[in-house]
């Protein structure tokens, strides 16, 4: 890497053909699908709560939250634990793809180049391995903004 240029870790993964990243700081694990428990009258887009290790951990439905078709389960998907405004979350996803460095002056604010309905949900875009790369404001997604 050349000096002056800085660099985080991003775990990626796929919801349907796009890939998202996520700063690898703030994960905690990466869990196969498991089952879930409904949550009644919660936002559409919460799939339900898991019990991971005695604790009880909501997750989330990008696609869902993104308004991207459902798909059936498979072996490649995945629920990614992380950390958004301090509250611990499971983030639904259909595989992760790696863990990699991504330089930071690379990621152009998503403002400049999204818009629409869910414009304001991406808050960076970069190009990485010939495919664009988005990352989500998880706060944002998650309506965790103003908490």
Do not use: C, W
């Not at 428990?37 to 939250?65: D, H, M, S, W």
């Not at 992760?96 to 330089?103: D, K, S």
Request: proline share 3%; glycine share 8%.
């Amino acid at each position: 890497m050349s000096k002056g240029k800085t660099s985080d870790l991003f775990v990626l993964y796929t919801l349907d053909d796009e890939v998202h990243g996520i700063n690898v700081t703030d994960v905690i694990s990466i869990e196969r699908i498991m089952p879930m428990t409904r949550v009644p009258n919660a936002q559409y887009f919460v799939q339900g709560v898991i019990n991971l290790r005695g604790e009880i951990i909501p997750v989330i439905n990008l696609k869902k939250r993104f308004g991207m078709q459902q798909t059936e389960h498979n072996d490649e998907n995945r629920i990614i634990i992380a950390i958004v405004n301090d509250f611990q979350v499971g983030i639904m996803v259909d595989s992760v793809l790696e863990i990699t460095n991504v330089e930071k002056d690379r990621i152009q604010r998503a403002t400049e180049v999204v818009s629409g309905e869910y414009g304001d949900l991406i808050d960076g875009i970069t190009e990485h391995n010939g495919s664009i790369v988005y990352f989500p404001d998880y706060p944002t997604v998650l309506g965790l903004n103003n908490i």
